[in-house]
């Protein structure tokens, strides 16, 4: 290991991360919220502690609404910002690292042990709370990775970038404006939970909106009237079916993985009233991308399947498949693109072994970049099987783990003296 890059894992204070990391968890960043906002000047003001020219502004939301490609949003939003940092030097940075501050809501809090999502509670080496895994580790790692640079007084040949983007969760509007705004690197490494692995592809996910009408009768005289509730069964069959139609012949990269491609209906609401039949059922739900396919193409796919469900009351009363919400179509790391042997030596370099390279079920950022020209993989601290979960978590020597191997990178890649 050259001298530069020691001195720079040296600068790298595990205490002094593990105490941001519970100060960015008790920021209660729901996406849309005022506190998104706040954690964002919070990135801004810390990387302009660590020596680096800092742009936040805000977001010019209709201006991003009416562009081409906007991928939609689901929170209501009345602001946003964004952040990027940049180290000193001429020319394009080698490497973006990228994290969003945003988080899911925390759901039921009689869930949550200790009832409060936001402590940031420790139990040995595991820090509890929402967005400990997705992705506040992630972002903390990359925080922590350019005010170990600085500390350490090291210069780098090439630009380092940081990205810290809102509204990941609900589409990636902050990306979308981070890289309209004319930002962009020759690689970038989004640090959303991997598990030690690296991930190069990840399916997309659309969000759809079904309504199914029925016919409004007094419950006492039900068969005067069509229960939206009952039509709506062969309906989901028929999703049921597509799901597996579209799992079928699964790509390598997915691994064990049988369903990366899933369709799921997340709310259903029908009726107004305990006595009558109800006469609308409105279901939203999320559909998967598969890797290389054109959203439109997915969206024609489901909308045939649910068009071709063979019920005489659906045949007269087509059910009205629209799609609100985020729209994340899918994305992978070019084949061969050097990045994926960079963060493998990396790695090894940390941890002793080379990182397993897979696929992930669910959109993210990555295919916003990819878009934008930009070679891009997931490599981060966390199992994604925490997010969302009121069981939240993030292991804390695995985050000292990445945080290194994401720092000897930087180096690397960018170039140091």
């Given at each position: 290991m050259h001298d530069v890059e020691a001195r720079v894992l040296n600068a790298l204070d595990t205490a002094e991360t593990v105490n941001l990391l519970a100060e960015t968890v008790r920021v209660p960043s729901v996406t849309g919220t005022d506190a998104e906002?706040?954690?964002?000047?919070?990135?801004?003001?810390?990387?302009?502690?660590?020596?680096?020219?800092?742009?936040?502004?805000?977001?010019?939301?209709?201006?991003?609404?009416?562009?081409?490609?906007?991928?939609g949003t689901e929170a209501p939003r009345s602001e946003g910002y964004g952040v990027v940092a940049v180290t000193a030097g001429e020319g394009t940075p080698a490497l973006a690292l990228q994290g969003h501050v945003d988080v899911?809501?925390?759901?039921?809090?009689?869930?949550?042990?200790?009832?409060?999502?936001?402590?940031?509670?420790?139990?040995?080496?595991?820090?509890?709370?929402?967005?400990?895994?997705?992705?506040?580790?992630?972002?903390?790692?990359?925080?922590a990775v350019a005010r170990?640079?600085?500390?350490?007084?090291?210069?780098?040949?090439?630009?380092?970038?940081?990205?810290?983007?809102?509204?990941?969760?609900?589409?990636?509007?902050?990306?979308?404006?981070?890289?309209?705004?004319g930002h962009t690197a020759e690689a970038a490494v989004i640090t959303e939970p991997t598990s030690g692995a690296v991930i190069t592809a990840n399916a997309g996910a659309l969000t759809f909106r079904l309504e199914l009408a029925g016919q409004a009768a007094h419950g006492a005289t039900r068969y005067e009237g069509i229960?939206?509730?009952?039509?709506?069964?062969?309906?989901?069959?028929?999703?049921?079916?597509?799901?597996a139609e579209r799992n079928r012949d699964l790509p390598e990269v997915f691994g064990d993985n049988r369903l990366p491609y899933p369709i799921e209906i997340g709310t259903v609401r029908a009726g107004d009233w305990a006595s009558t039949v109800p006469d609308l059922l409105v279901?939203?739900?999320?559909?998967?991308?598969?890797?290389?396919?054109?959203?439109?193409?997915?969206r024609a796919a489901f909308e045939e399947a649910v068009a071709d469900v063979a019920h005489p009351w659906l045949r007269a009363n087509p059910p009205v498949v629209t799609w609100p919400g985020g729209q994340f179509a899918s994305g992978r790391l070019p084949a061969?693109?050097?990045?994926?042997?960079?963060?493998?030596?990396?790695?090894?370099?940390?941890?002793?072994?080379?990182?397993?390279?897979?696929?992930?079920?669910?959109?993210?950022?990555?295919?916003?970049?990819?878009?934008g020209g930009?070679?891009?993989?997931?490599?981060?601290?966390?199992?994604?099987?925490?997010?969302?979960?009121?069981?939240?978590?993030?292991?804390?020597?695995?985050?000292?783990?990445?945080?290194?191997a994401l720092a000897l990178l930087a180096v690397r890649r960018c170039g140091a003296h």
């Open positions: 906002s706040d954690l964002q000047h919070t990135t801004a003001r810390l990387l302009t502690e660590a020596g680096m020219d800092v742009d936040l502004w805000k977001l010019d939301l209709a201006d991003l609404t009416g562009r081409p490609g906007f991928p899911v809501p925390t759901g039921d809090l009689a869930k949550w042990e200790g009832s409060d999502p936001f402590a940031a509670r420790i139990t040995g080496d595991v820090l509890h709370g929402r967005g400990a895994c997705d992705m506040k580790a992630g972002l903390v790692a990359n925080l170990a640079i600085h500390r350490a007084g090291v210069r780098l040949a090439r630009p380092l970038a940081v990205h810290c983007v809102v509204s990941e969760e609900d589409g990636g509007l902050g990306a979308f404006a981070t890289l309209a705004r229960n939206a509730i009952e039509v709506f069964w062969p309906v989901f069959e028929a999703v049921r079916r597509l799901e279901a939203e739900g999320r559909l998967g991308v598969r890797l290389d396919e054109d959203p439109a193409e997915a061969g693109h050097e990045l994926l042997d960079e963060v493998g030596r990396a790695v090894a370099d940390v941890t002793g072994a080379r990182p397993a390279e897979a696929a992930a079920p669910y959109g993210s950022d990555l295919r916003l970049y990819a878009a930009i070679p891009t993989l997931h490599y981060g601290p966390g199992d994604v099987r925490f997010a969302h979960a009121p069981r939240e978590q993030v292991d804390l020597g695995e985050l000292h783990a990445v945080t290194r």
